[in-house]
């Protein structure tokens, strides 16, 4: 079965400093998605990418997918407060369900 | 509805009560799941409806697990004789998944504690 593996586990950075998460697939990647979560809450869509070398922008935060498609980057620049909470990588999985990594806990210091 | 609402928000249940989470998916969304989050944990999957038609169910951890969605909209997922290791946050998604890969919107989820 597909599985999916977010590094870090856990991320404190400076407010104004950027980051990197990245998402990496047993499988070839057809859909990956990325959410963001907020603690106790549901999940927001961010982005979804389905192409090869294919990757969006929404205000600060940049996603790409690798040619090979096994692998996600969520790239956050200039981070603020706002931007704290867990990322969500999740892929398109046999049986129109998606399946998600263990998330990327991400804080930011004032 | 502008959103997928869940409902209650808090569940406190005490070990062997029966519970019943609702979910009311977004107008016109033809697919619907149901995800278990456990403390410091990513979702994961329970059962997949594509109108009233459960076509996935692989992910319910025991029989004392049930969803249905009766009429292709609103879903109750009902979990019997509830354990103390079935304390998690439910989520319920929506999408428009039978019109090719597209994002699935979340609830805000019912966080269950089994005491």
């Known amino acids: 079965s597909q599985e999916l593996e977010q590094s870090p586990q856990s991320l404190i950075v400076q407010e104004g400093k950027n980051l990197t998460i990245n998402c990496t697939s047993s499988?070839?990647?057809?859909?990956l998605y990325w959410y963001k979560q907020k603690y106790g809450e549901g999940l927001i869509f961010l982005m979804m990418l389905q192409k090869g070398g294919e990757e969006k922008s929404h205000e600060k935060i940049t996603a790409k997918l690798d040619e090979k498609k096994q692998q996600s980057s969520l790239h956050i620049t200039a981070s603020q407060p706002s931007h704290a909470g867990i990322y969500l990588c999740g892929a398109d999985s046999p049986g129109d369900k998606i399946i998600f990594g263990k998330g990327t806990r991400l804080h930011i210091l004032p | 509805g502008a959103g997928v609402s869940q409902s209650p928000r808090y569940k406190v249940a005490k070990r062997g009560q029966d519970v019943a989470l609702r979910c009311d998916p977004i107008s016109g969304h033809v697919s619907l799941f149901w995800y278990q989050q456990a403390l410091g944990q990513g979702p994961e999957f329970l059962t997949y409806f594509q109108n009233e038609a459960q076509l996935d169910k692989s992910g319910l951890p025991s029989d004392r697990f049930f969803a249905e969605r009766p009429e292709g909209s609103v879903s109750t997922l009902k979990i019997q004789r509830t354990q103390q290791e079935d304390s998690a946050v439910y989520l319920c998604a929506s999408s428009h998944r039978d019109r090719g890969r597209t994002e699935a919107f979340f609830g805000q989820g019912t966080r269950l504690t089994v005491v």
């Open positions: 499988k070839t990647l057809y859909g």
